[in-house]
């Protein structure tokens, strides 16, 4: 019994030791962030600050676009 009970010490330690094993950092690539907008007059707002740029200062990547069946629902 004591023989396991070292047994399953010294393997949880070596998991531990290899799961804390520093790594090469990794560079990631940064998705825009898509965000999707209708007719609705309170969502112009976003529109605009992308217009002027204001996510690009804030360093945010925003991609929007409509949305493409908002009008068929609608029925227009």
Avoid: N
Avoid at 30 to 36: A, E, G, H, N
Avoid at 43 to 48: K, L, N, Q
């Amino acid at each position: 019994m004591k023989l396991l009970r070292y047994v399953s010490i010294f393997l949880i330690t070596v998991c531990l030791l290899f799961a804390c094993h520093a790594s090469s950092p990794t560079e990631f690539k940064r998705l825009p962030l898509k965000v999707q907008f209708t007719s609705f007059i309170g969502e112009y707002p976003g529109i605009i600050a992308q217009e002027k740029g204001f996510f690009k200062a804030q360093g945010v990547d925003v991609e929007l676009y409509a949305d493409a069946c908002h009008g068929w629902l609608r029925g227009y």
